[in-house]
T-cell receptor, first 112, second 112 residues
Framework: GQQLNQSPQSMFIQEGEDVSMNCTSS?????WLWYKQDPGEGPVLLIA?????ELTSNGRLTAQFGITRKDSFLNISASIPSDVGIYFCAGQLPEGTYKYIFGTGTRLKVLA | DGGITQSPKYLFRKEGQNVTLSCEQNLNHDAMYWYRQDPGQGLRLIYYSQIVNDFQKGDIAEGYSVSREKKESFPLTVTSAQKNPTAFYLC???????????FGAGTRLSVL
């Protein structure tokens, strides 16, 4: 089946540093979503992207919908300790309105 | 507050036993979903329902069953046929053409 390759798998950064992560696929997507998940909790929606080339910000978070519609990027600026968690991307397939494919997650740890 | 409520938070299953996970939403969303989350993997779709009294199998439906008798409720039964049920189960709902999915807090199922 379709897969989303999310990288990096994990990263350790110092507080105040900027963070970048991305998702790539061989499939084209209509919508990209980025979520954050804390341990033992459900994912919380951070940003939604609806068209190729779109760049959207939510506070210190910025995400972009790739021009080819096969990738997306999430950047976090000036990281703080509460940014710790797992970040997931999800892509909506054109042929299945109700179907999303989820990435395997990027585990972020921030060192104070 | 509007949201998705999953219960219980933790559940233990004995061998050969069926168990049911509850998911209730007061967002007035038409569509509801069940996902399974295993360590290091993306979310995998078990079942989804676009409307009351209708549901479709996802990618890993074997050993699971659902019902959708009310708009706000979408319970998942993990049957004895599911030989590896230990996982974190997430319920989600969505509405409209954008189909942005919102998640509950999850249920962690373990086998005794």
């Amino acid at each position: 089946g379709q897969q989303l390759n999310q990288s990096p798998q994990s990263m350790f950064i110092q507080e105040g540093e900027d963070v970048s992560m991305n998702c790539t696929s061989s499939s084209i997507f209509n919508t990209w979503l980025w979520y954050k998940q804390d341990p033992g909790e459900g994912p919380v929606l951070l940003i939604a992207l609806y068209k190729a080339g779109e760049l959207t910000s939510n506070g210190r978070l910025t995400a972009q919908f790739g021009i080819t519609r096969k990738d997306s990027f999430l950047n976090i600026s000036a990281s703080i300790p509460s940014d710790v968690g797992i970040y997931f991307c999800a892509g909506q397939l054109p042929e299945g309105t109700y179907k999303y494919i989820f990435g395997t997650g990027t585990r972020l740890k921030v060192l104070a | 507050d509007g949201g998705i409520t999953q219960s219980p938070k933790y559940l233990f299953r004995k061998e050969g036993q069926n168990v049911t996970l509850s998911c209730e939403q007061n967002l007035n969303h038409d569509a509801m979903y069940w996902y399974r989350q295993d360590p290091g993997q993306g979310l995998r779709l078990i079942y989804y329902s676009q409307i009351v009294n209708d549901f479709q199998k996802g990618d890993i439906a074997e050993g699971y069953s659902v019902s959708r008798e009310k708009k706000e409720s979408f319970p998942l039964t993990v049957t004895s046929a599911q030989k590896n049920p230990t996982a974190f189960y997430l319920c989600a709902s969505s509405q409209g053409i954008k189909n942005i999915q919102y998640f509950g807090a999850g249920t962690r199922l373990s086998v005794l």
